[in-house]
């Protein structure tokens, strides 16, 4: 099997791991990559478009392959203004799973967040929650829509926030069992090797929270 892979959101921290994945994998030829800017990552499988991501309707044509990987998103501390933050983690994924459903592209996997709820009076949350509500009524065959907890590891911008969260996240982690399992940090590894193994093993649960996505990354 030689499948084509799309990703949104390769620049970006988990984005980035699940494109090494991918490259290493043997089952996939072609990686598109849609961003706005390079990942500077030299390899013949990738193909890059360079485009805005806002505007991704323009580059129907481009959008074919045999699954999307939907890997993006922003901050509240990193885009101020609510119009433009719900054009990115509302707009480009529903943009993307539309462009999927037109091209017959039958997997759609994407990162949403712990407490989506499109009934929500944080902004945040219900952002999220109006992605997931809208992705899925496209009723793409394989839809897949993660919810992790506060994601680990290094991002090259500083977060200091987010940092403070993390160290006192790896303190707590241990005392986070049974049903609160879910709300442990988790590293962007798992999910992307979470991603790619339901894209090539569905499940058959669409949401996926925190502590699954461990589980199944452990599958390997």
């Given at each position: 099997?030689?499948?084509?892979?799309?990703?949104?959101?390769?620049?970006?921290?988990?984005?980035?791991?699940?494109?090494?994945?991918?490259?290493?994998?043997?089952?996939?030829?072609?990686?598109k990559?849609?961003s706005?800017?390079s990942?500077?990552?030299?390899?013949?499988?990738?193909?890059?478009?360079?485009?805005d991501?806002?505007?991704?309707?323009?580059?129907?044509?481009?959008?074919?392959?045999?699954?999307?990987?939907c890997?993006i998103?922003?901050?509240?501390?990193?885009?101020?203004?609510?119009?433009?933050?719900?054009?990115?983690?509302?707009?480009?994924?529903?943009?993307?799973?539309?462009?999927?459903?037109?091209?017959?592209?039958?997997?759609f996997?994407?990162?949403?967040?712990?407490?989506?709820?499109?009934?929500?009076?944080?902004?945040?949350?219900?952002?999220?929650?109006?992605?997931?509500?809208?992705?899925?009524?496209?009723?793409?065959?394989?839809?897949?829509?993660?919810?992790?907890?506060?994601?680990?590891?290094?991002?090259?911008?500083?977060?200091?926030?987010?940092?403070?969260?993390?160290?006192?996240?790896?303190?707590?982690?241990?005392?986070f069992?049974?049903?609160?399992?879910?709300?442990?940090?988790?590293?962007?590894?798992?999910?992307?090797?979470?991603?790619?193994?339901?894209?090539?093993?569905?499940?058959?649960?669409?949401?996926?929270?925190?502590?699954?996505?461990?589980?199944?990354?452990?599958?390997?």
């Open positions: 099997m030689s499948k084509t892979a799309i990703i949104l959101g390769a620049t970006g921290l988990t984005g980035g791991i699940l494109l090494e994945k991918l490259l290493a994998d043997k089952r996939y030829s072609t990686i990559l849609f706005r800017s990942v500077e990552v030299a390899s013949e499988k990738i193909q890059e478009f360079i485009v991501l806002l505007q991704l309707e323009n580059h129907s044509k481009d959008f074919t392959g045999d699954e999307v990987y890997c998103g922003t901050t509240a501390s990193k885009t101020k203004d609510k119009e433009k933050y719900k054009k990115i983690d509302y707009g480009i994924p529903v943009t993307a799973a539309k462009l999927s459903k037109q091209n017959g592209i039958e997997t996997v994407v990162m949403s967040s712990m407490g989506a709820n499109p009934d929500s009076s944080v902004f945040y949350n219900r952002t999220k929650g109006e992605m997931e509500r809208d992705v899925l009524q496209l009723k793409i065959k394989n839809t897949f829509i993660l919810r992790p907890s506060l994601i680990g590891g290094n991002r090259d911008e500083k977060r200091i926030g987010e940092k403070i969260g993390k160290i006192i996240m790896s303190i707590l982690n241990p005392l069992v049974g049903a609160l399992k879910k709300y442990r940090m988790i590293h962007p590894e798992k999910i992307a090797s979470c991603m790619k193994i339901l894209a090539n093993k569905p499940e058959k649960e669409v949401i996926i929270s925190s502590d699954k996505i461990l589980l199944i990354a452990n599958t390997k």
